[in-house]
């Protein structure tokens, strides 16, 4: 059994997280995670405020009809996520007002923006609930840490979805807070979708690590079987950043992708967000929603990782979950075994 800060903080048998992957539903993924003993993560599904709050409430009722295990969420707290504000105030409140949530979720992921307004908000209402935030570069894990965040997700920039300006990779950013920030709780994130990944993760420092695209090609996730068919037969060449809601995100090459263009600067960014074109703005929704309304691989966005490079075929989450963890440690001891 791999034990670390996080299995035994958060009471989960695994030292494995799922990535949360808005604007695309992972309840039911979530649910398969913790059920298997990792920790699921509810992601943050609405990009627009209509229904939003009520649509987050949903999630989280379904998670405690559906499993008895801790699980997490995730809030993007982008100045263009109109909602964040009122989802960080509902949160510590759903919690209060039910037991078995307050009981369950006990991990709150905070990302596409700083961590403050959340700290301060979870840390008087929902103390007993870990506050990570995801951090790109050192720099930003500087500020994360000045913000009395709990954890950090480290996250490179070969992982999938939405990612940072900063392009540092995995490799680099999970030693660089470990040997800075030994103290904080410390999850690996992107690139991993291997046994290797995992035992990889935990050798360098991390708590646990966290997977996206590994678990969008499971049985249990409700992403399209377009979407999941999409992913064994790319290479970790065939995906690209390109211009997203909330800055770059890593696409598979598809041909939304190639004609989307490519990444702006951030400060070109900003001032488009000030701007904010709203037509602009849903025309670039509308490319996400007829990914998980219709299975539109083609003309639609499809956020990936490279670690598409790694995966060869869907398997159950219990299978990536156990089975990665069980080989993580063969390989752990086996290394050990060479030390004379
Ligand atoms: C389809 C998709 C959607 C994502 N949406 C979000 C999101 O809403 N919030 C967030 O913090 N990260 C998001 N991410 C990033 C993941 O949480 C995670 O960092 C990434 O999947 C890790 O890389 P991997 O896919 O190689 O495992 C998304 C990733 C994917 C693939």
Redesign the pocket.
């Known amino acids: 059994m791999i034990k670390t800060r996080i299995t035994e903080k958060f009471g989960i048998k695994y030292p494995i997280i799922s990535?949360?992957?808005?604007?695309?539903y992972t309840t039911k993924l979530a649910v398969a995670v913790s059920e298997a003993g990792g920790l699921g993560v509810v992601?943050?599904?609405t990009l627009r405020g209509i229904n939003s709050i009520k649509d987050f409430k949903e999630q989280l009722d379904y998670m405690v009809e559906h499993t008895d295990k801790p699980f997490g969420l995730?809030v993007?707290v982008a100045r263009i996520q109109t909602d964040h504000k009122v989802l960080l105030r509902k949160i510590p409140q759903w919690r209060k007002e039910n037991p078995k949530l307050r009981e369950q979720l006990i991990y709150g992921?905070t990302?596409?923006g700083g961590p403050r307004d959340a700290g301060k908000m979870w840390k008087e209402k929902a103390s007993d609930m870990y506050h990570f935030h995801?951090g790109p570069a050192l720099w930003l894990v500087d500020k994360i840490v000045e913000s009395g965040c709990d954890g950090i997700?480290a996250?490179g920039t070969?992982?999938?979805?939405?990612?940072s300006y900063e392009g540092v990779t995995t490799l680099v950013l999970v030693q660089q807070i470990a040997q800075k920030y030994p103290e904080k709780l410390l999850v690996a994130?992107?690139?991993?979708?291997s046994p290797e990944g995992v035992a990889g993760g935990l050798a360098m420092g991390a708590d646990a690590v966290?997977?996206?695209?590994?678990?969008?090609a499971s049985n249990q996730s409700e992403?399209n079987q377009n979407y999941k068919d999409l992913i064994s037969p790319a290479t970790a060449r065939d995906t690209m950043l390109t211009t997203g809601g909330f800055g770059p995100i890593?696409l598979l090459k598809n041909k939304y992708c190639l004609e989307h263009g490519k990444v702006m600067t951030k400060d070109e960014k900003i001032s488009q967000e000030l701007a904010y074109d709203i037509d602009e703005y849903l025309k670039d929704l509308l490319a996400y929603e007829i990914v998980y309304t219709k299975g539109d691989v083609v003309d639609g966005a499809?956020?990936?990782?490279?670690?598409c490079g790694l995966i060869d075929s869907i398997l159950d989450v219990d299978d990536i979950i156990s089975g990665y963890t069980k080989k993580a440690e063969r390989i752990l001891t086996n290394l050990c075994s060479k030390i004379s």
């Open positions: 990535a949360p992957m808005g604007p695309f992601s943050h599904a995730n993007r992921l990302s596409a995801v997700v996250t070969e992982g999938g979805g939405h990612q994130c992107g690139g991993i979708a966290a997977m996206g695209t590994r678990f969008i992403f890593r499809v956020p990936v990782g490279q670690t």
